[in-house]
């Protein structure tokens, strides 16, 4: 949605703005200054012939004269889409057509802009502007639906919580289980192992891990996950990532059993992801996953909608493209050799960005009304913080939110969908191994 909201619900969906109609409006009135003597002309010629008319079809002629000539200066100008847009905002506001106005009574700024048919004054646009476009301030959160990931993972969680204690009835006891693998001591990887596993417990599927050092061998790995993909009591694997350099992550990560691929990463599920009519993946990747929930439970339309994607990571940009082709969204993806990639955002109703770079996505960029989701974590400096930067996002969310008409902030969009959906694809792969899935309305 844009920050210009009128009463016409046909406007909604238009790319009209406050600060493109300030812009189009100051030029007409820069070209009605530059053609002053041609104007003062035209309505002296005018008075004189008002003043000879003999009745009232005389008059009403000539005032009908004027006000075509208005219009079609105000058509050149603006152009018929911003022309329809303004007659429409015309006809919601009521307001009267001003005939004729001494310029030498009125400062600069009140000067007529003669502007589809309406004789709207800077002034009275500042008026409209108060009273309409509030919303750049005041009411930009009212306008911009902000997304709430915590509380929208907090749903799932307690669903998953639910299937779980479901799934203890209906098997005698039996529970999801997640093994996570962690290679090295960095801080930022163990932090989210720790998250994971502190998840697991809140919604009762069991955790375990395997921690090994820095100096591991890749076949020291390789062990380690051969070992859970036997075993029966666990459903899913996850390999934390970034490994040390020395190991070869795209081995290991094909060495994953893709029935226990929680993080949807092997061929094998990306490959039956990329085609429809056929086997469907066992698992889709977490994040891609997140931003597709968080569109459906935020009531946003995919299907026959405009989609552009930021990015073409393996992780995200790419299966996030091809959620959205199964959603029936039509699909672009926008990456570092796209020449013009607002001119592309510019058309997206969906937009994810997902490129990595701080702040990309401009608020002008932007379609009105476009859900946007934000899956860019980047640190930016900032002196007032406690750790002199903070958390934002591959969007600009300060003009971004003015207008898109759904978002995700950053923190708190994405980032805990993305363990909630880990979460849900190891009950998934529970379910299915232990044939509950219709039981507890789940995919197969």
Not at 224 to 249: F, R, S, T
Not at 269 to 295: D, H, K, M, W
């Amino acid at each position: 949605m844009s920050a210009f909201t009128c009463t016409n619900a046909s406007m909604n969906s238009s790319a009209f703005t406050p600060s493109s109609f300030m812009r189009k409006a100051k030029t007409v009135s820069q070209k009605e200054k530059t053609d002053n003597g041609r104007y003062r002309n035209h309505r002296s010629s005018f008075k004189t012939t008002q003043a000879n008319a003999s009745n009232d079809n005389a008059k009403k002629d000539l005032l009908g004269n004027e006000q075509r000539q208005r219009t079609s200066r105000a058509r050149d100008e603006l152009g018929p889409n911003e022309f329809v847009q303004l007659s429409a905002f015309k006809k919601a506001q009521q307001v009267q057509p001003v005939v004729a106005v001494k310029k030498s009574s009125m400062s600069i700024q009140q000067q007529t802009m003669v502007v589809a048919g309406v004789g709207l004054t800077i002034a009275s646009l500042a008026i409209a502007k108060n009273t309409l476009f509030s919303s750049s301030s005041s009411s930009s959160s009212s306008m911009c639906e902000i997304i709430d990931g915590n509380k929208i993972a907090a749903e799932i969680r307690v669903e998953i919580t639910e299937a779980v204690e479901k799934m203890k009835k209906i098997t005698n006891g039996k529970t999801p289980g997640l093994a996570v693998v962690l290679v090295g001591e960095r801080k930022d990887s163990q932090s989210y192992v720790r998250s994971k596993k502190k998840m697991c417990g809140e919604v009762g599927i069991r955790s375990e891990g395997t921690d090994l050092p820095e100096d591991a061998t890749e076949e020291d790995v390789l062990k380690v996950v051969k070992a859970y993909n036997e075993d029966p009591n666990i459903h899913g694997i996850l390999v934390q990532l970034p490994m040390p350099k020395h190991i070869n992550e795209e081995r290991v990560l094909r060495e994953v059993s893709y029935e226990k691929d929680v993080d949807g990463f092997h061929p094998l599920n990306i490959g039956a992801l990329s085609q429809r009519g056929r086997e469907e993946p066992r698992f889709v990747p977490c994040t891609p996953r997140g931003c597709i929930e968080l569109l459906k439970r935020s009531n946003v339309e995919m299907k026959g909608k405009n989609a552009v994607v930021v990015g073409r990571s393996n992780v995200v940009g790419t299966p996030a493209a091809l959620l959205l082709q199964r959603a029936d969204a039509t699909v672009t993806i926008v990456h570092s050799r796209t020449p013009n990639p607002e001119e592309f955002i510019k058309r997206a109703d969906i937009v994810i960005a997902a490129c990595g770079v701080t702040e990309y996505v401009k608020g002008s960029w932007l379609k009105p009304g476009a859900a946007v989701i934000d899956v860019g974590i980047n640190a930016k400096d900032d002196k007032t913080k406690k750790l002199g930067y903070r958390l934002v996002g591959d969007c600009d969310f300060e003009s971004c939110k003015t207008v898109a008409g759904k978002m995700t902030p950053v923190p708190g969009g994405v980032g805990p969908m993305t363990i909630a959906i880990l979460l849900q694809n190891t009950l998934e792969g529970a379910a299915r191994a232990y044939k509950v899935s219709k039981e507890l309305g789940l995919k197969d």
